[in-house]
């Protein structure tokens, strides 16, 4: 695990702006954020809706460029620091690969394959394999060793999300992004998604950053990092509902406020 003494970023975005249209249809959806993301940890991005967290969770991972500025996903002694944001598309397929991981709001698992198949899928084609015990662990610990075998259609959509988090965590990546990973689950298959995702980060040192809207989801993570009109706007250490709840009606209070003069 890793010490909790000294802050040791993940991955981190340094003055980053994004901006989508031109003139009066210009939008600055990131607007000089500058963050970093804590090794072994899950944190949680939230805002109000047009706060640009999930287009700062893109930039993080690659998955979008940004105009200025710069994203870093940082070496662990292994590995090397690499710039996202000025990486060939070459060097980003690798990074997804190998060093980052996905877990989305739809599972993303092909229909005809088994769970097993899926979650070992992208190691297969990356011409990797994980070890056995690994393996075990991973697909054990969410409890998935007796579903291993069956189709998607044959699980319930909780189920589907786990193997989905397994996928996720085999290849051992340096940052798991979450985009609202439990949008499409109950209440109860939600909660167990979640604390598989908190005791990744608690028992593996596994990071995790996972953009959500819902502050049950986000009072599982370590921390909360807040986002309003693309820029930050402080952040929750330790959350519960409660205090997510509070934060976020204070933050659409004042967005409000702001957008009425």
């Known amino acids: 695990m890793t010490s909790r003494s000294t802050f040791v970023p993940a991955c981190s975005a340094h003055d980053v702006v994004r901006v989508y249209g031109r003139g009066d249809a210009e939008v600055r959806a990131l607007d000089g954020v500058s963050v970093a993301f804590e090794r072994g940890r899950f944190t949680a991005i939230m805002g109000p809706s047009g706060s640009g967290k999930s287009t700062l969770m893109h930039a993080l991972a690659g998955l979008d460029g940004v105009d200025s500025g710069r994203v870093v996903l940082h070496g ?3 590995r090397e ?3 996202i944001s000025a990486a060939s598309d070459a ?3 690798g990074l997804r690969r190998d ?3 996905f877990v989305f709001q ?3 698992l092909l229909p005809v394959l088994t769970a097993r198949d ?3 899928l992208p190691m297969r084609l990356a011409g990797t394999r994980p070890s056995q015990e690994w393996f075990d662990e991973v697909t054990g610990r969410l409890g998935l060793s007796a579903r291993l075998d069956h189709l998607p259609h044959e699980m319930s959509g909780g189920q589907q999300q786990r193997v989905a988090v397994a996928r996720a965590l085999l290849p051992q990546p340096d940052v798991i992004f979450a985009d609202e990973p439990t949008g499409n689950l109950d209440s109860q298959s939600g909660a167990e998604v979640l604390s598989m995702l908190r005791s990744s980060a608690r028992e593996t040192g596994q990071t995790v950053v ?5 502050p049950v989801a986000a009072s599982y993570s370590d921390r909360v990092v807040l986002l309003a009109d693309g820029r930050p706007a402080g952040e929750i250490a330790h959350p519960t ?3 997510v709840i509070d934060t976020m009606r204070a933050l659409n209070v004042t967005g409000a406020a702001v957008a009425a003069r």
């Open 76 to 78: 662990d002694g292994r």
């Open 81 to 83: 620091d690499v710039e």
């Open 91 to 93: 060097v980003l397929t």
């Open 99 to 101: 060093r980052i991981g």
């Open 106 to 108: 739809a599972f993303n």
């Open 118 to 120: 899926n979650v070992l």
């Open 210 to 214: 996972m953009v959500t809207h819902d």
């Open 241 to 243: 509902t409660d205090t």
